[in-house]
């Protein structure tokens, strides 16, 4: 069959004065882009395997090397870009559903940026958080109990099971699988150090990281894979996955190849054999069906977990959550349609689901009228990149935020979007186990810690201009938040005035 | 320990049968779910119907139930027994991993729906009459058995049986497939169960349920099983 030649996007430039040929280039790349070639002492790229993520840039010791966006062009077009003209290419050579990683790279509006944060002057002053005390502290799960009294007249404790959290952050999930063993054993120390909670995803949970349980929340998707007794008792909560914001309304697939010895022993499944992970759960169809997952994760952990269940931003998301708030689970996590993910088909990241923001904004207000907020904690995602976006979500109606794309980042992703590939130079969403010794734990942890710590510094900066001190009088307060560039759509969906609509 | 549960919600029968730790027999049970839920080393005898998701998560525990079940039967077992001397609604064993199900009458819809195995974890279902549509749909590993046993005129299973199989083995007691089969699957033609573990397994059915072995394990048997382990390698074109 006739294969096109497609031009590939970028070059490797190597500034020959400065390249000592020490081979580094070559040994970090995984694609196998360079090559040294021994007749002429000098080195050699091969662009079309490059998937510029810059391990190559950031380990030449003379910095010999940059990626450089193209500038072979076909003949312009606003309607036919070259990346759109590659995948019909691409398509028609292969025959096959277009695969992509990582978050919708379209250039569809970010809500967050045109949100704007209110601060105090003169009355209801700001509050200076390097002197007094800001709460950052939180509580996840359902607050609407009936207070009962013991026969003496004590309060019982009917408080449904909590998740405490020292900062609104949690790392989102992502599949032992999807990611290596040293990033997830980064995420879980990073987690324990910041009195926060990762998320095993759906791959389960590696014997090596049981004993970072209580800050683990385990997740139960359509396939299964791995949940059993022991590994739902040892996380500190569970987490129903119905949908994921990246490929809402579609199933997950680890393709054989990625299932080394290590990940079949977590997912428990044979190695080298497909995890496909149905699109629906087949026992739920409904909310009350719903509701009997629920009721029976309660049951086998003896009512001690909070229960998420996790769906990705769609249109009726609000009806949804509706529906969620009534199932008897204690938090709900909304998964933007930017959110992250190891892989999904093309058409599906690019073009289903809804921004968070607007999904957000519109659980918080469908559940405060119908009197069912407190049933539920909500926890958004996808995406959520700087303090900035968090303090932005709470003041829309979340309780905190999961970050995932934003926390792998700080472990070395460079956003090339190739994970599908398997062959992640930086060591996070690849098996290889010369590639995953590149991420080193000790130092993964540390980053995600850093990177957590100067958001919670932010965070508390924010709230303090605001004349707030706990993230609890932050949440929902939409007076907080002002419009800017929006339409009187978008406001009215949002719940917020424009800037400069003075009270 | 005896429990009448005539009444009962089922969050207080489960408490009972947990704080019991030892073996219980139920009597007069109407529909209380999640009962034995990741129950570990016991036994359980329950009489009367219990409810949906019956053996969740099932750790090792042996239930008998000397009636009907209904939906979500072991939901995603990873060991131990159920035994219903009657029939079982749909999705019985759901995302099963470990143990065994023997049902002596039929089953519902999407039974042992994407059943997987993992080194000694073999989850088996072996059902006596018929099995409603989506049979081992995603099957990934382990074994089910219709055996066929009932006097309707009406084919052994359902539709779609089997689709988005890449794991494990179906085995139907009949001689003549009247079912139409996925493309991920392919059917033998043989006379008995075949493995010794199938055949090991229908004896057990029979010996739970009072059965003579000897039409179960001479019959003509179908067996299916998938085509390839990575049904989807070829549709993905990296982007």
């Not at chain 1, 385990?218 to 119905?242: D, P």
């Amino acid at each position: 069959m006739m294969q096109l030649y497609i031009r590939p996007d970028y070059e490797v430039i190597r500034n020959e004065a400065r390249c000592i040929a020490c081979r580094i280039c070559e040994r970090q790349c995984a694609n196998e882009v360079h090559s040294f070639d021994p007749e002429t002492g000098l080195m050699r790229s091969d662009e079309s395997k490059c998937v510029n993520c810059h391990r190559c840039v950031s380990l030449c010791p003379t910095h010999a090397l940059k990626i450089v966006k193209t500038d072979d062009t076909y003949r312009e077009n606003a309607n036919w870009e070259a990346q759109t003209i590659h995948e019909v290419y691409r398509q028609a050579n292969t025959g096959g559903v277009l695969l992509s990683s990582m978050g919708n790279p379209k250039p569809y509006p970010v809500f967050w940026d045109k949100l704007l944060i209110n601060a105090s002057q003169v009355t209801n002053p700001p509050i200076d958080p390097l002197r007094e005390p800001m709460e950052t502290q939180l509580y996840l799960g359902k607050r609407t109990v009936k207070a009962e009294r013991e026969e003496n007249g004590l309060l019982k404790d009917t408080l449904p099971p909590q998740l405490k959290l020292s900062v609104p952050i949690l790392f989102s999930a992502m599949s032992y699988g999807s990611i290596s063993y040293n990033a997830h054993e980064s995420l879980a120390r990073a987690a324990e150090a910041l009195g926060t909670y990762y998320n095993t995803g759906e791959g389960g949970l590696h014997k090596d990281f049981y004993k970072y349980g209580k800050n683990t929340i385990v997740q139960v998707a359509s396939g299964r894979f791995g949940v059993h007794k022991e590994y739902l008792e040892t996380a500190a909560a569970i987490e129903i996955k119905m949908g994921q914001g990246a490929k809402p309304g579609i199933g997950g697939h680890l393709p054989g190849g990625k299932i080394s010895e290590d990940v079949s022993k977590t997912r428990m499944i044979p190695q080298g054999v497909d995890a496909i992970s149905p699109a629906p759960h087949h026992d739920i169809y409904s909310i009350e069906d719903l509701k009997q997952l629920v009721d029976s994760l309660k049951e086998a952990t003896e009512y001690k977990k909070p229960i998420i269940v996790k769906i990705a931003a769609v249109h009726n998301a609000a009806a949804i959550a509706s529906g969620i708030a009534r199932s008897g689970a204690d938090i709900i996590a909304i998964d933007g349609f930017r959110g992250g993910t190891g892989a999904a088909p093309t058409r599906i990241r690019d073009n289903v689901g809804i921004p968070i923001e607007m999904a957000l904004a519109q659980i918080d207000t469908r559940l405060r009228e119908e009197g069912i907020r407190d049933n539920v904690s909500i926890l958004v995602g996808g995406s959520v990149r700087s303090s900035a976006d968090v303090v932005k979500a709470i003041a829309l109606g979340a309780d905190a935020c999961y970050i995932g794309t934003a926390a792998l980042l700080a472990l070395g992703c460079h956003l090339c979007r190739s994970c599908h590939t398997g062959k992640c130079n930086w060591g996070i969403a690849t098996q290889r186990p010369d590639l995953v010794k590149r991420l080193n734990p000790d130092l993964g942890y540390e980053r995600l810690v850093n990177l957590v710590s100067a958001w919670k510094h932010e965070i508390e900066e924010m709230m303090g201009g605001m004349g707030i001190n706990s993230l609890e009088a932050l949440r929902g307060n939409r007076l907080m938040l002002r419009g800017i560039g929006l339409t009187d759509t978008e406001l009215r969906l949002l719940g917020v005035r424009y800037a400069g609509d003075s009270l | 320990m005896k429990i009448y549960a005539n009444g009962m919600h089922y969050a207080a029968l489960n408490a009972a049968v947990r704080q019991s730790k030892e073996d219980t027999e139920i009597f007069g049970c109407v529909g209380q779910r999640y009962l034995g839920a990741g129950l570990e080393d016991r036994k359980i005898v329950i009489h009367g119907t219990p409810g949906n998701a019956l053996g969740a998560y099932l750790n090792g525990a042996e239930l008998t139930v000397d009636g009907n079940v209904q939906e979500a039967t072991g939901d995603t077992m990873n060991g131990g027994v159920i035994e219903v001397h009657g029939s079982a609604g749909d999705a019985t064993g759901y995302a099963m991993r470990g143990g065994k199900i023997f049902i002596e009458g039929d089953v519902g819809y999407r039974c042992g729906i994407h059943m997987k195995a993992y080194l000694s974890h073999r989850p088996a279902i072996v059902i006596g009459g018929r099995a409603g549509s989506f049979l081992g749909e995603y099957q990934a590993g382990g074994t089910l058995i219709v055996l066929g046993g009932h006097t309707e005129h009406k084919p052994i299973v359902g539709n779609f049986c089997g689709t988005g199989m890449h794991g494990g083995e179906i085995l139907l007691r009949c001689d003549a497939l009247d079912a139409a089969l996925p493309a991920q699957v392919k059917a033998e033609r043989i006379q008995g169960p075949g493995s010794e573990e199938a055949v090991s397994l229908v004896k057990e059915w029979c010996a739970r349920f009072g059965k003579d072995e000897t039409p179960y394990l001479t019959a003509t048997y179908y067996r299916l099983t998938p085509n390839a382990e990575n049904p989807y390698r070829q549709m993905y074109t990296p982007n």
